[in-house]
């Protein structure tokens, strides 16, 4: 199935939708702790400014059909979308939140392609181990730089490439219920 015949699609209202490294499509159910810790992010965001660009689950082109709609993204201030789509040159900043079901593809398989295509900052904010992993200076095969900070550490200040700051708040990320996934 294409990136067009996806976004095209309608799909349940809770779910996610991403191509796997593989090519398969996969649908999974976005949890509560996914969705506040996006919302979460979006809030620090605003610090940016109002008129930031700030995207989530917003499909970026990436060369070789890797297109993917990350969870959350900070783009240059002067991005434009090429149709319906930001290019990944774009990006300054991409993070993926971890559920049950996406665990491999966040920490592995989205650090290698991310550092491949030389996305400056990609963060990886983890629930279930309640950390966020920051990773900068992008190679071919991903990153040099990974840092790991605890949820409740305080305020985590992000440096984009075009000089400004992001700062995550790492005492407001919300954690998983004791329930379970």
Not at 11 to 19: A, E, L, M, Q, R
Not at 66 to 92: C, H, T, W
């Amino acid at each position: 199935m294409s990136v067009d015949a996806v976004m095209d699609t309608e799909f349940p209202t809770g779910y996610v939708v991403f191509f796997g490294i593989d090519g398969k499509v996969v649908m999974t159910p976005q949890s509560e702790e996914h969705s506040s810790t996006i919302r979460s992010m979006q809030i620090d965001s605003l610090a940016l400014g109002r008129h930031a660009k700030v995207i989530s689950d917003v499909y970026l082109d990436f060369p070789a059909d890797e297109n993917s709609a990350p969870d959350f993204a900070i783009m240059r201030e002067d991005a434009r979308r090429q149709g319906k789509r930001y290019s990944f040159e774009d990006v300054l900043l991409i993070a993926e939140v971890v559920s049950v079901s996406s665990a491999r593809k966040d920490y592995d398989d989205c650090t290698a392609k991310y550092g491949r295509y030389g996305i400056p900052v990609y963060v990886v904010v983890d629930p279930y181990a309640a950390e966020v992993v920051v990773h900068s200076q992008p190679t071919g095969s991903g990153y040099i730089a990974a840092h790991t900070h605890k949820y409740g550490s305080g305020k985590l200040p992000i440096e984009l490439a075009d000089g400004r700051t992001y700062t995550l708040d790492l005492d407001e990320l919300p954690r998983p219920e004791a329930d379970g996934h």
